[in-house]
């Protein structure tokens, strides 16, 4: 069957003041608020990336979580960057920078802000850091859709046209967080791309 | 002016996120944009936001705003010359 030449290469999960990479605890925060989770992890990964700190925090999640899934399981060398895919979805779109943005309108509307409220911004930060230039999309569901997602994605691969995606769920509003991130190709061997696989990691 | 440039060194660090710099990082002569501190697009109009509400100054005029954004020093001319004036 197709299905099985899907695999999980790699995952990071995001969520309760932890990070697991492939099912493995990775990192603890102890922070209440996330503002200052995510630029801890920033520090504790240490990439040299100054434009993180100008993303708005849904962006700041999945490039993190994206940067924690290929550090060490990507061999970006494999792929054109056109094969490469991004499919993301969430539940509150970019309604937290909306708000934030909202905010600034009464006095003097901040650009850079403005420049968030849109919920795919996210893969586009994913792809500028990697250069990816394939297929990407960002859904909104109530909540995470593994078997969407595993249909979705399993379709790009099956007709060519990625060949390697990185799906998965990032959510946040407020103080509310979530992300749950896979990177998928298609080997002979290893953790099945299923949506009970997916939701196993994204229940850790 | 060092202390309208050291102001303005720490207006762009806390408007435009540039939370790896500090205020001695950013020369008073630097390029704000390309080479220099690596501005872009959006952080330029971040910049005409900025003197309008910390400086009540409106760049009327947008093919002004390369040789007003042009470094830290350029700025603060710009702000001596124009601060209660209507542009």
Not at chain 1, 40 to 67: C, H, I, Q, R
Request: glycine share 6%; proline share 3%; net charge negative.
């Amino acid at each position: 069957m197709n299905k099985s030449q899907h695999i999980i290469t790699a995952s990071c999960v995001i969520g309760n003041d932890k990070v697991y990479k492939n099912g493995e605890l990775l990192f603890e925060g102890n922070s209440a608020n996330v503002s200052d989770l995510l630029p801890g992890l920033y520090d504790f990964l240490a990439p040299d990336y100054p434009k993180f700190y100008k993303m708005d925090n849904v962006s700041k999640l999945g490039w993190l979580a994206t940067e924690i899934l290929l550090k060490g399981s990507f061999e970006k060398t494999a792929y054109a960057l056109e094969d490469v895919g991004v499919v993301f979805s969430n539940s509150n779109s970019s309604l937290d920078t909306d708000l934030r943005y909202f905010q600034t309108v009464s006095g003097y509307p901040s650009p850079s802000l403005f420049v968030y409220t849109l919920p795919n911004i996210v893969i586009g930060e994913v792809c500028i850091r990697h250069k990816f230039q394939g297929e990407n999309a960002f859904f909104i569901f109530e909540k995470f859709q593994a078997d969407f997602i595993r249909q979705y994605t399993g379709g790009l691969l099956d007709t060519g046209v990625v060949k390697a995606c990185i799906c998965g769920w990032v959510e946040i509003l407020a103080n509310e967080y979530k992300a749950a991130v896979f990177l998928v190709e298609q080997k002979n061997t290893g953790l099945e791309f299923t949506a009970a696989n997916m939701y196993r990691l994204f229940n850790l | 002016m060092d202390k309208l440039m050291y102001d303005l060194k720490t207006q762009l660090i806390e408007q435009l996120n540039l939370q790896d710099k500090k205020p001695e990082d950013i020369g008073d002569d630097e390029a704000l944009f390309k080479e220099g501190l690596g501005l872009d697009s959006i952080d330029a109009l971040e910049l005409i936001v900025l003197l309008q509400q910390n400086y009540k100054i409106k760049l009327a005029n947008a093919e002004d705003g390369p040789k007003v954004f042009r470094s830290v020093r350029t700025m603060a001319e710009y702000i001596t010359e124009h601060q209660g004036k209507t542009v």
